[in-house]
């Protein structure tokens, strides 16, 4: 209880009880004494243990200024224009997009929670005074008990108002009686988050939402201090139009099912996904699995999939495995042109997401551990719960991620149509079919059945076993 409210709690005492109190047995002075020394240490002790449990929910970096004017986005002049943008195309705005978080303070993505919300642009004249490209954006939600604005723009449009009031990047000021705010910086580019009532310092997660926006995906983490909040793990997100995977059509006859239990499942690959264990709030669901086979071909089909759910079915993970059908034409339409990879465990990933019809984030990721190829795929599971996942699958892989991978093999497929090829790779005793997807002015027709050809290409194979033509590095012809 604050000061003021207490003060106004004693005030509002009722008048008996002041009376019963005047008339209640006295005590001797040394009990009163030992009394009220008691009573005192026991308000200390609580006013500290009060003030110590309210300083572990405060950010580390957290400061106390005094702060007055406020900028003054909008409105425009005439002459000036302003766009509304969902949150969606706010993200795709260059550059100020990037700035902004793709999660809020409770881990959901930012475009879920507030579907309905409009970034407005204001693409100021550059001969007023603070004339920049603004972006603002205002988010309120029940899990806080206030709203938060936020302002980007460039690192100048910000300069004057911060040297003035002696303001630093990544510490938390209180505004006028009840506000506060803090600036963060990424390039040459400034994001402020702003509260006219309530302190940024007590939400606990705040530098997560901070840290969610794609400026901070590539930055260093630097060494710990004091004075600035730990950055999150270098996380290099891939946006695709969608997550709809190709997949092969086979043949299943239902005579050749094979049911399993999970125990007999995890034993068959070898590997017990304790999703889980890394995000308490999943559960595993019960599913049913198998395998098809007979007694000619033996096991031709094994893919199955293992479902994390959260209580309220919002939040699900799904981690299929599979290790004799291995398909391996999975293509995403890329919205930018370049692929990007994510050091995990010294292996190096492509992380893919989208947002589905309904705004749900998907995320999405493939990749073998040993022989068994693994599909991770996560419906509003926050990034950096989805890599901690991610980390849990790969294990300690002892790799080094260098950047650059080399294959050889023997070309058993040329797809003229697709201008793709396949290969089979010898690697630890197994022959692998890698598909590689070549660029425009590389043709399949320039490749014969039976040749071999030694590829190299920048990360992991993007998708299981296929190789993706924006990280083609080179191909070459041996013999």
């Known amino acids: 209880m604050k000061c003021e409210e207490l003060f106004s709690a004693i005030g509002e005492l009722d008048g008996r009880f002041v009376e019963e109190a005047a008339s209640a047995p006295k005590f001797s002075s040394k009990k009163q004494m030992i009394i009220r020394l008691g009573a005192l240490v026991a308000c200390l002790m609580l006013a500290v243990s009060a003030a110590y449990l309210h300083s572990l929910n405060r950010p580390e970096v957290s400061y106390d200024g005094t702060v007055g004017s406020e900028h003054d986005v909008f409105p425009l002049t005439d002459n000036e224009t302003c766009l509304e943008l969902s949150i969606e195309k706010a993200y795709e705005y260059e550059p100020l997009g990037e700035l902004l978080p793709r999660k809020w303070v409770d881990g959901r993505a930012l475009s879920e929670c507030f579907p309905d919300k409009t970034a407005l642009v204001a693409e100021r004249q550059?001969?007023?005074?603070?004339?920049?490209?603004?972006?603002?954006?205002?988010?309120?939600?029940?899990?806080?008990?206030?709203?938060?604005?936020?302002?980007?723009?460039?690192?100048?449009?910000?300069?004057?108002f911060m040297s003035a009031n002696g303001f630093e990047y990544d510490r938390v000021y209180s505004h006028g009686n009840d506000g506060s705010r803090i600036y963060v910086k990424s390039g040459g580019y400034v994001i402020e988050y702003f509260t006219e009532r309530g302190d940024l310092a007590d939400i606990d997660e705040l530098f997560d939402m901070i840290y969610s926006a794609e400026c901070f995906a590539e930055t260093a983490e630097p060494e710990a201090d004091l004075e600035t909040p730990k950055r999150r793990q270098a996380v290099s997100l891939n946006y695709v139009e969608n997550l709809d995977v190709a997949s092969a059509f086979i043949n299943l006859s239902g005579e050749d099912y094979a049911a399993m239990t999970y125990g007999e499942l995890t034993e068959y690959f070898g590997i017990a996904p304790s999703v889980d264990e890394v995000l308490p709030y999943l559960t595993r669901t019960e599913g049913n699995y198998g395998v098809y086979r007979t007694d000619v071909r033996g096991i031709y089909y094994d893919s199955n999939a293992i479902c994390f759910e959260s209580e309220d079915g919002t939040r699900r993970l799904n981690v299929s495995l599979a290790k004799v059908f291995r398909h391996v034409y999975d293509y995403f339409d890329l919205i930018s042109d370049e692929l990007v990879f994510t050091d995990i465990n010294g292996r190096e990933p492509a992380i893919f997401c989208c947002t589905d019809e309904n705004g749900r984030s998907r995320l999405h990721a493939e990749f073998l551990i040993g022989s068994v190829a693994v599909y991770a795929d996560a419906e509003n599971i926050p990034y950096e719960d989805f890599v901690s996942c991610l980390k849990e699958l790969v294990g300690e892989s002892g790799q080094s991620a260098g950047g650059e991978h080399t294959v050889t093999g023997t070309v058993n497929t040329v797809d003229s149509y697709a201008n793709h090829i396949g290969i089979i790779v010898d690697k630890g005793g197994e022959k692998l079919s890698y598909g590689i997807c070549l660029p425009d002015g590389i043709s399949a027709d320039d490749y014969s059945m039976g040749s071999t050809v030694t590829v190299t290409f920048k990360g992991e194979p993007a998708t299981v076993l296929t190789v993706w033509k924006e990280q083609l590095i080179s191909i070459e012809t041996k013999g």
């Open 126 to 160: 550059q001969n007023i005074p603070g004339g920049r490209t603004v972006m603002k954006l205002i988010l309120d939600s029940p899990a806080i008990k206030t709203s938060i604005t936020l302002i980007v723009s460039d690192e100048d449009y910000f300069e004057e």
